[in-house]
């Protein structure tokens, strides 16, 4: 929960917004809340850009659209990467396949959590979005993905969060 920064240490708290598709500062009592939670972390690890692999083609086209933390370049054996490659589906059809890729992106930014034993698993589902997910999320069947995301904390209760409507540009593959 967050709290006054005042009151508490932690994390800047953000909080998602599924209907603008993104995170913002969450001010309370005129001061920049805090949470000790999972919540700004998972936010941070999802959306910020990763640095793309080599393999990758970016959605630009352009082959030097790399993104990714500027730290990144600093680090000895490559791994410990930043952020997630979500941001390569921008532009994707939304196919069988981006559903996948969006999952394995999705995973592969969270796995920091388990190798740090934050929690003790990952649980991602990515799925188009349902009528009724549509509906209540305020967004077109065919303009993003539903992400549902499960942490498992050592000894403590899973926590669930659910990202919607992360692509703008994303097309339906009919």
Do not use: C
Not at 28 to 37: H, K
Not at 39 to 55: H, I, K, Y
Not at 82 to 93: A, M
Request: hydrophobic fraction near 40%; glycine fraction near 10%.
């Amino acid at each position: 929960m967050a709290s006054s920064s005042a009151l508490g240490l932690g994390d800047i708290a953000l909080v998602w917004d599924n209907q603008q598709g993104n995170a913002d500062v969450y001010i309370l009592d005129g001061d920049v809340a805090s949470e000790r939670g999972l919540a700004t972390a998972v936010l941070l690890s999802l959306f910020t850009d990763r640095r793309a692999n080599n393999d990758d083609v970016p959605p630009s086209g352009d082959a030097t659209d790399r993104r990714g933390w500027w730290g990144d370049q600093f680090l000895e054996d490559g791994g410990d990467l930043y952020g997630s490659r979500l941001w390569l589906l921008d532009r994707s059809t939304l196919s069988n396949e981006t559903v996948l890729r969006a999952t394995e992106y999705a995973k592969e930014a969270l796995q920091w959590m388990v190798d740090d034993k934050v929690v003790s698993t990952i649980g991602v589902v990515a799925t188009r979005p349902s009528k009724a997910d549509a509906a209540t999320l305020g967004f077109a069947i065919g303009n993003g993905l539903v992400i549902q995301v499960e942490l498992q904390r050592p000894g403590k209760d899973a926590v669930s969060f659910r990202f919607a409507h992360v692509w703008d540009h994303v097309q339906e593959d009919i």
